[in-house]
Each structure stands twice: as structure tokens, then as C-alpha cells.
């Protein structure tokens, strides 16, 4: 028999036993959500269709999943997909998840990311190594890539961090913009009215609303902010001292600086240091987050405290409520849970003689 150009990718990929779930797919003529719930041994599959995936699965060398997955019955696993740039808020983020997993009897699995293809091939391992569920903190909770691929297996999903949910999936957030607009108030309560701001990842929802709030209080007060007052930042602490350099660079510098969050704060802080820049005599400096790196730097960072501890054990708890729903046939009806937030004053801030 003649073999065709499928056939023959087919026994390649099964040679070098790198076969995926999508391979499977092809190969069997049905979508990745069926394989899926071939494999978990979930949802409705006739007995054709899993035939086909299953005659798929051996040729391919996929059975080496299954058997893991065999070997767990009655064990459940917390997939993690991570590729945060702040150290920080990954830090207390996992302490939560880790605690709630631990207290559950679950196993927290983690794989990290870093560009689209790493990330397919992530969520690959972590359906290989029989995650029940994953858990997407940001910024991958807003990328449409990744949740297009997770949508597409079937498998339980919860957004982390997202201040746009998606109404098909759970997620556990804060109330960025209230948050931001907190700030913003504080700062002009305190008798600022030149401040500075910088951006965070603009591929990130709750980054888009902090600033939007942050025009929208200054606004309010009667304040237009110039393009000069605001510089982009990704979320890290070098993105930060570019931001920073930037602001405090120019002729007449503002008077405080807010920033997305605590890593790019922390930055200020440094910058302002080494322009001899007394914080907060000669310059007020605020963040984002509250992550452990407000009360390592000197002097302490005003900030937005988001529970990201308390968000991680809620979406560890959320996300395991819809796998033992999934297990048992039930329903499951996608969970939004908005957690609350506090302004925390600290020495980075003061007022205005």
C-alpha cells in the first residue's frame, strides 16, 4: 500500500514520541476537545468515535499520557500556566495556590511560558502530565491564544487577574479600576496635581484600566495629564527605571509618580535615589499589588494591597469545585468572584506644603 504524506509525518511523530493532543485529533478526524474527553474519560463519546481515538492514541505513542493518567486515579492536579514578569507577585501567588492545593489533597503543577510556540507546548505537558484543571494568572489570562487552546480541549479553566472575564470561563479578580481611581484620589487629597504615571503591559486588561482611571480622576479634578507625564512600562523592574528616567529626566519633573505596580514603584524609587531625590520630600512614589517588594525597598510603598495570596487560594477552591462537577457529570455554571482591594499609606507618599 502506498503511504501518504499523513501517514508518513504520523510515523515520524510516533518514532520520536513527541505526538500531541492536535496530532491525535488529525489523525482520528475529530476535534481536541473529543480526544480530550476521550483521555479524561469524560462527556459523551460514542463508542466509534473512541475507537478512532483510541487506534490514533497507539499509533501515535500518545499511550504513555494515558498511562499516566491511569496511574492518578482519584488524585487531583492543578495545572499552573505562568510567564509573569513580576517575581514578586508569582511568589505570593503560588503560597496561596500551594496552600489551598496542600489542604485539598491536590498536586499543584507548574509549567511556564514565554512566547506562543512555548506556550502551546505548555499547555501540552500539562494535559500530558493529567492536569484536571489549570489555573491562567496574568498576563496569560488575557492572551486569546492560550485560552483559545484550553477552550478547544475541554478541559477546566480559571482566570486569574483579568479585569475583562470571559462569561465562559470562572475567574477570580479585584476591581482595577476603583482600585486605581483609589489611588489617584489619594495622591490628589494630598495636594499633588503634577503626577506622573507609567503603563503597564498594554496586552493586559487590568493595566488598560488602571490608566484609564488614572486620566479619569486627574480629569475630574480638572487636571489634563501631558503625554510627557506618562511612560509605558511592562510590568518589570528594569521597564520601570526606563519609565522612571524618562519621567525625572525632563526640565520641570512631577511631583509624584503612580506606577502599575510595586516592581516598576520600586524602580522610581531607585532612580529618585540616585539623582539625590529625597522620596517622599522631593518626589511621592505609590504602586500596585502590595507583592512583598512594597516593604523590602526604602522607604515603603503606598500601594494598592490586591489579596493575590487570597485570590490564589479562591481560584485553587473554584477551580477544583468544577473538576469534582466534571468528575460527577454535573453542571457547572462559570464562577466570577471580585475580591476586594485596599489603599495601603505608607512612607513613599506625602502631602504638599
Known amino acids: 500500500m502506498k503511504e501518504t504524506q499523513s501517514d508518513s509525518k504520523a510515523g515520524n511523530r510516533a518514532a520520536g514520541s513527541g505526538a500531541t493532543v492536535w496530532d491525535v485529533a488529525s489523525l482520528a478526524g475529530v476535534s481536541a476537545m473529543t480526544v480530550s474527553r476521550v483521555i479524561n ?68 503543577i507548574l509549567e ?31 492572551s486569546r491564544s ?23 470561563m470562572s475567574a477570580v479578580r479585584i476591581d482595577d479600576y476603583a482600585g486605581a481611581l483609589t489611588m489617584t484620589k ?14 503597564g503591559d498594554p496586552q493586559h486588561t487590568p493595566a488598560q484600566l488602571r490608566y484609564q482611571a488614572f486620566i479619569d480622576a486627574m480629569r475630574e479634578a480638572g487636571h489634563e495629564v501631558p503625554a510627557q507625564r506618562v511612560a509605558q512600562g511592562m510590568f518589570t523592574y528594569r521597564s520601570g527605571l526606563l519609565a522612571a528616567r524618562e519621567l525625572l529626566a525632563q526640565p520641570t519633573r512631577p511631583t509624584a509618580i ?10 522610581v524609587v531607585a532612580v529618585a535615589h540616585g539623582m539625590h531625590l529625597q522620596v517622599p520630600d522631593d518626589l511621592a512614589v505609590c504602586g500596585f499589588d502590595d507583592t512583598p517588594v512594597a516593604t523590602t525597598v526604602w522607604p515603603e510603598l503606598s500601594t494598592i494591597h490586591q489579596p493575590i495570596t487570597e485570590m ?18 454535573q453542571a457547572y455554571e ?14 513613599s507618599t506625602s502631602g504638599q506644603e
Open 186 to 199: 489619594y495622591l490628589l487629597e494630598q495636594g499633588h496635581t503634577d503626577i506622573g504615571f507609567i503603563k
Open 258 to 267: 503612580f506606577a502599575s505596580n510595586d516592581d516598576m514603584a520600586a524602580a
Open 312 to 329: 490564589a487560594r479562591s481560584a485553587v477552591a473554584l477551580l477544583l469545585e468544577h473538576i469534582r462537577a466534571r468528575r460527577s457529570g
Open 41 to 108: 474519560g469524560t462527556g459523551s463519546v460514542s463508542d466509534k468515535t473512541r475507537e478512532k481515538v483510541m487506534r490514533a492514541v497507539q499509533e501515535l505513542n500518545y499511550h504513555v499520557n494515558v498511562a499516566a493518567r491511569a496511574a492518578r486515579v482519584g488524585t487531583l492536579r492543578v495545572g499552573l500556566l505562568y510567564s509573569n514578569p513580576s517575581a514578586a507577585f508569582l511568589s505570593a501567588f503560588l503560597v496561596g495556590a500551594l496552600g489551598e492545593c496542600g489542604r485539598n489533597g491536590a498536586h499543584l
Open 146 to 168: 492560550a485560552i483559545k487552546q484550553l477552550t478547544a480541549l475541554g478541559i477546566p479553566t480559571l482566570a486569574v487577574a483579568t479585569a475583562r472575564p470571559s462569561p465562559l
Open 334 to 347: 462559570p464562577q466570577h468572584r471580585l475580591m476586594p482591594y485596599t489603599l495601603v499609606v505608607r512612607e
Open 112 to 142: 511556564n511560558c514565554d512566547n506562543l510556540r512555548s506556550q502551546r507546548k505548555a499547555i501540552e505537558r500539562l494535559v500530558a502530565d493529567g492536569a484536571d484543571g489549570i489555573l491562567v494568572p496574568p498576563p496569560l489570562c488575557d
